[in-house]
């Protein structure tokens, strides 16, 4: 079977029926589709690409892994600015700009227009406007900043919570919006999550960040305020606006989420350093 006709079964005849056989082709397509790492091997099938979002807290573990060693053990040699702009490009070519691509569309969808019909087409749009430029140069500037105001021992594991944070808070936001983009046009993943699925989704991304945080209270109630209230605030502000999602706006909600976790972190040092309680 060729992959043009694989590409359009919508059944689940073709799928591997063993178990393990058919996680490992959810998780090749979620890495697939969201990294730029080469495809570990495995025959795609849409309804795998369509069942994968619980992967997508793991996927963003090894991201955040990869840019994480780099900016550890780089850090003697360069130094906190420079490794700092290291992790953030090689995150760039590690995820191809996916996250950041959707942040500018969204930036120019929303900015650009009053109407809902227009604020979607011109995120279909592939140029870049004023306000996705605007966007992305105070996006990588915070990004920036708030890295580089950590200390090596806070900044590696910032960078691996974020990358696990920002790829988990899209999957319950999948469940309580509506799909408004082209499913006829768009990738088989932007498709509804079931309540179980975002829930169990999310466990994974929080249970990965626990085992990371260890027992640091303070942080871990502060990453969990900011990803409730992120949750809260897209899903309202994304109904006023567009009355769903798209592919775009799930981007967008994946970078400010992981703006916030470096901002978690700096609030925390902050504090210590500066005699609280905390």
């Known amino acids: 079977m060729n992959s043009k006709n694989i590409d359009n079964l919508e059944d689940d005849n073709w799928l591997p029926k063993n178990f393990f056989a058919r996680e490992y082709g959810r998780f090749a ?3 697939m589709f969201l990294t730029r790492i080469p495809a570990l091997p495995h025959r795609y099938h849409p309804n795998l690409l369509r069942t994968c979002h619980h992967y997508s807290p793991l996927v963003g573990l090894i991201v955040g892994g990869i840019l994480a060693s780099l900016y550890y053990f780089s850090f003697t040699f360069f130094g ?6 290291f992790a953030l490009g090689a ?10 691509d959707g942040f500018a569309d969204t930036c ?20 870049l406007g004023t306000y996705g430029t605007m966007g992305l140069i105070f996006l990588m500037g915070f990004k920036f900043l708030l890295l580089s105001s950590l200390d090596r021992s806070n900044g590696w594991i910032a960078i691996l919570v974020a990358h696990v ?15 408004v983009g082209n499913r006829n046009l768009d990738k088989p993943m932007a498709l509804d999550v079931s309540l179980p699925k975002a829930l169990f989704s999310s466990a994974i991304g929080w249970i990965i960040v626990s085992m990371f945080l260890g027992y640091s209270p303070v942080i871990w109630f ?9 949750l809260f605030c897209a899903h309202f502000y994304l109904k006023s606006q567009i009355r769903g999602y798209t592919g775009d706006t799930l981007g ?3 970078q400010v989420m992981e703006i916030l976790v ?3 972190f700096f609030i925390d040092i902050y504090f210590k350093s500066n005699g609280s309680p905390f």
């Not at 944070?165 to 309580?176: D, K």
């Not at 990453?223 to 409730?228: H, M, P, R, T, V």
């Open 29 to 31: 397509a979620c890495l």
């Open 252 to 254: 967008a909600v994946n």
């Open 222 to 230: 502060l990453l969990f305020s900011f990803f409730i209230l992120l």
């Open 91 to 100: 995150g760039i070519l590690i995820t191809g700009s996916f996250h950041e």
């Open 262 to 264: 470096y901002f978690a």
């Open 165 to 179: 944070l920002a790829r988990t808070v899209i999957i319950p936001l999948n469940y309580t919006l509506p799909y």
């Open 108 to 127: 120019d969808g929303l900015g650009g227009s009053f109407n809902v019909e227009r604020k979607l087409e011109i995120m279909k749009d592939s140029r």
């Open 80 to 85: 906190n600015l420079l490794v700092v702009w």
